[in-house]
T-cell receptor, first 118, second 114 residues
Framework: AQKVTQAQTEISVVEKEDVTLDCVYE???????LFWYKQPPSGELVFLIR??????QNEISGRYSWNFQKSTSSFNFTITASQVVDSAVYFC???????????????FGTGTQLKVEL | DAGVIQSPRHEVTEMGQEVTLRCKPI?????LFWYRQTMMRGLELLIY????????DSGMPEDRFSAKMPNASFSTLKIQPSEPRDSAVYFC????????????FGPGTRLTVL
């Protein structure tokens, strides 16, 4: 069975600090996708990034960067120079391709609550 | 594109009443997922449709829950009779199989059962 572990329940930082959110996953699939979603206080789930299992290149998007390491089954997310608007719950998710019927089923971690204070 | 549309956004009902949640997927997306989010259990997948056909309903808590997708542009999640422990935020998410792998989520319906 697939599993996603976000060991950090809550992180508090001061604005402009860098912060890394950890994600460790378990799967027996050789082909899979990893995702990060953001859930701000307003409640919606916002897609941030998708990474497939064959692409271990790190990715940077503005202040966001992601480090994917298959050797440690980790897909960590770093926010550089954090801002108050980054305060949200961040979810890591792992997809499982449904052989029957197609499509992808997501397994979510429990989320990390990030609080960025002035 | 309007994104995934869910209605109502908020629902308050009394125990024993029937509740119907609605979802309109993004046009062209052929997979649809219903999730429930609670503090205790986090995000749980309830049921998943592909091309309007229910593929995996193993997450549906019990017989009081049912879901339908009569056509490609509409799905419902019904709870009958509702109980206080059903209080949660219910999300609908969709994706276009073989084109994208990320699921796009609706804004959610916050259900409170008194």
């Amino acid at each position: 069975a697939q599993k996603v572990t976000q060991a950090q329940t809550e992180i508090s930082v001061v604005e402009k600090e860098d912060v890394t959110l950890d994600c460790v996953y378990e799967t027996r699939d050789t082909t899979y996708y990893l995702f990060w979603y953001k859930q701000p206080p307003s409640g919606e789930l916002v897609f941030l990034i998708r990474r497939n299992s064959f692409d271990e290149q790190n990715e940077i998007s503005g202040r966001y960067s992601w480090n994917f390491q298959k050797s440690t089954s980790s897909f960590n997310f770093t926010i550089t120079a954090s801002q108050v608007v980054d305060s949200a719950v961040y979810f890591c998710a792992l997809s499982e391709y449904m052989l029957t019927g197609g499509g992808n089923k997501l397994t979510f971690g429990t989320g990390t609550q990030l609080k960025v204070e002035l | 594109d309007a994104g995934v549309i869910q209605s109502p956004r908020h629902e308050v009902t009394e125990m024993g009443q029937e509740v119907t949640l609605r979802c309109k997927p993004i046009s062209g997306h052929n997979s649809l997922f219903w999730y429930r989010q609670t503090m205790m259990r986090g995000l749980e997948l309830l049921i998943y449709f592909n091309n309007n056909v229910p593929i995996d309903d193993s997450g549906m808590p019990e017989d009081r829950f049912s879901a339908k997708m009569p056509n490609a542009s509409f799905s419902t999640l019904k709870i009958q009779p509702s109980e206080p422990r059903d209080s949660a935020v219910y999300f609908c998410a969709t994706l276009a199989t073989l084109r994208y792998n990320e699921q796009f989520f609706g804004p959610g319906t916050r259900l409170t059962v008194l």
